[in-house]
C-alpha cells in the first residue's frame, strides 16, 4: 500500500489555491524560489522548471519540489501508459475527460469504460490491448465492487503481467463516502451520504450538497452514533495484487478510516469527489497524477519493450462509448444517458410488425469451442428493464435453439439508484456462424440495452455479476 501526503495535507495544499490573490502570491513566491535555488544546485533545465510551474498554475494542486521531481521524472522516461477502469477513470464529470481524467493529464491511453466493472477487460485483455506495448498500467475500479468482481481484479492483473513481464502494474484503491453508515435511533442503519443527500433535498438542492456532508460530520462527531465503514474486501486486493507469485503491483491508495475517527474521515473525502460522491473531481483527477508519478518515480520505472506471447487470446466488442459496432445485427444503434452512451435496442414488438426476432449474427472463426457473454444494462434497486431472454441458433427463423438463458436485469448489490452493465454468460459457441437471438421479457418496460459481445476461449471469470455504478 504506496502511503501518500494525507489527504488532509493535500486538502490544505488544494484549498490554499482559493484563498485571495496576496495568499497565492506569497506561496508562489515561495515555492519559485525553492525550486530556482535546488535548480541552481543540481543544474535542472529551466525550460522544464518553467513548464512545470505554468502546468502547476493550471491545476488545483500548489507546488512542491517533491511533485517537480516525480513529474520530470515521468516526462523524461517516455514512458507508455494504459488505464483501466470505471467512469471514475473515465473521467465522467469533467468537462473534457481526455485531457482532465488523471490519464489525460499523464498523457496515457485510457481504455476505462463506463457504468462497468473488471469483468469485462478481465475477458478482453487481448482486444483491448492487441499488439500495443504499455510500460505503466492503472487499474481503477470502486471499492464497492470489490466482493463481486475479486476474480476478475486478479484475473486482469494476472493476464496483464504475463504479457507485460516488466510492467510497472498500479491498483487505484481509493474509497468513497459511499461506505460509510450511521446507526440511527429504533436501529436504523442508513447511509451516511444518503442522509446528507435528504439533508440537500430539504434545502430546495437538486443534487448531493458539500455542507450537508459536512453538517452530518459535525452532527455526528461527539455523540454515541455508531458509524460503520463498509471496508469491501481493500484489503484482501492489497495483499493479494502486490504479492509477488500473483502480480507483484503496487497500490495508490488512502488509509482506511479508523475507528472513532470515521466523522472525520468522513469530512476529509469531500474535495476527492464531485457531489455525487462517486466520480473524482478535478482535484481527485490530479491527486491520482500525483500519486502515480511518485510510484513511478519511487520504482525508477524504465521504458521496456519485453512481451510475451498472448496465453490467451479473445474476441470482444464494446460500443457502449462509441456506438459503433462491425457485427451484422437487425437491432438499431439507439443513444441514452443524455446521448452519452450507446446500445443495441431489443425492439419489444419485432416479430409483431417485422416477423423476426432481434438477432446478432455471431462468427466463431476460430476451430475450437469458443464461451460468449452478452454486455447488457441493468438497473437497481428498481428493474426498469423486467429481464429478458437469449439463445444461440442456427438461424433466426424457425431455428434450433442450442443454448438459451434468461437475461437478469436487476442490479440489487445498492440501496441507491443504479444503471449499470451486466457481462452474463449465454454458454458455448461452436466453430462458424451462428444467430443470437434476444427478446424482452416485459414488452411494456424499457427495450432491453445490448452494450457489448465477448467470446472468450475459455471461462474466464465465474462470477457473472452487475457492474459498476454509472
Known sequence: HTNLLSLESYNTRYNSVKTPTTMIRKYSAIAALAVLAVMALLRVNPNAVNSFIRTKQRRALSLTYS????????DQANLRLVTFGTSRGYGSGMANPATESFTGLLNGTNLAIRASTADYPAMCTYSMVNDNIYDVIVIEYLPQSYHLTKEALVELGKRLRQRFPEALIIYVDIWSNHQFQLRLPGNNVQSAFKIAEEKAIGRGLKSKDRQAIKDVAEEHKNIATPWNFLESDSNWLRETVQDPATIGAKVLGIDLPTKGNEAQSFDSMIDMYLDDGIHFSKFGH?????????????AQKERSDKVNEWALTDSCENWIQTGKTKLITNMGMVPFSNGKKYALESFAKRMEIHKEPN?????????????????HMSSGPADFYGGGTAEICDKPHNHTTTHMVSLDTLANYTTWQIHVIKHEYIGEVQPGVHFLVVENKNKEMVNLRITGLILTPEIIVTEHLAGNVD
Open 286 to 298: 490530479q491527486y491520482v497524477q500525483q500519486g502515480i508519478q511518485k510510484i513511478i518515480r519511487e
Open 67 to 74: 511533485d517537480f521531481l516525480d513529474e520530470q521524472y515521468y
Open 359 to 375: 438477432y446478432i449474427v455471431i462468427d466463431n472463426k476460430y476451430d475450437k469451442v469458443q464461451h460468449l457473454y452478452l454486455s
